[in-house]
């Protein structure tokens, strides 16, 4: 998604820089290309699938029966690191 916007940024710097300003606005016949440029990609939600365990003992016990490592992964502060 994110090398998506820089390719699209980067071809619409020339456009830009030479002063022709056409810029796209969302519309009934484009729908499907704004939605599939806005929208994930499977590729870019498979975490979703993954069958996360919220509660520390139940991932220790999972882990412990299928003889798999358990990351645990803790933070303090805000995810984005805007405290």
């Known amino acids: 998604m994110l090398l998506s916007f820089i390719l699209t940024l980067a071809t619409a710097l ?3 820089a030479s002063g022709d ?3 796209p606005t969302p519309s009934a016949d484009n729908l499907s290309a704004w939605s599939s440029h806005i929208l994930p990609s ?10 996360w365990l919220l509660k520390f003992g139940e991932g ?9 490592p358990l ?3 803790a933070m303090n502060g805000h995810p984005l690191g805007c405290t």
Do not use: M, N, R, Y
């Open 60 to 68: 220790v016990q999972a882990a412990h029966d299928q003889g798999k």
């Open 42 to 51: 499977p590729s870019e939600v498979k975490h979703e699938q993954i069958p």
């Open 14 to 16: 020339p456009a830009l």
């Open 21 to 23: 300003h056409q810029v």
């Open 71 to 73: 990351l645990f992964w």
